[in-house]
Nanobody, 122 residues
């Protein structure tokens, strides 16, 4: 059974940094893609970043390019999202998700974690 567990959320001031982690278990993930999505109160869930487990394919939404970095640790089955220069508009619940293909479409992701709250104060 696939399980995704996020950690690393919290409260940070604008301009600060956080590092989110997604620990995956339950199968071999080498042919899968991991995405990070976020959902702010009253808004639809939106794509943030995604990577293949090999790291050979990576994609970011425009609003986080240059500030966020997604990376994988294959030995630990963990995907991290390093978030720098955080802005109040980054405040949301962040979710990691698993897909058999590289895509920004959330409906293509079959497994989801429970989410971790990120709050950026101004």
């Amino acid at each position: 059974q696939v399980q995704l567990v996020e950690s690393g959320g919290g409260l940070v001031q604008a301009g600060g940094s956080l590092r989110l982690s997604c620990a995956a278990s339950g199968r071999t993930f080498s042919k899968y893609f991991i995405g990070w999505f976020r959902q702010a109160p009253g808004k639809e869930r939106e794509f943030v970043a995604a990577t293949s487990w090999s790291g050979g394919w990576i994609y970011y939404t425009n609003s986080v390019k240059g500030r966020f970095t997604i990376s994988t640790d294959n030995a630990k089955n963990t995907v991290s999202l390093q978030m720098n220069s955080l802005k109040p508009e980054d405040t949301a619940v962040y979710y990691c998700a698993l897909s058999p293909r590289g895509t920004i479409t959330d409906s293509s992701y079959d497994y989801w974690g429970q989410g971790t709250q990120v709050t950026v104060s101004s």
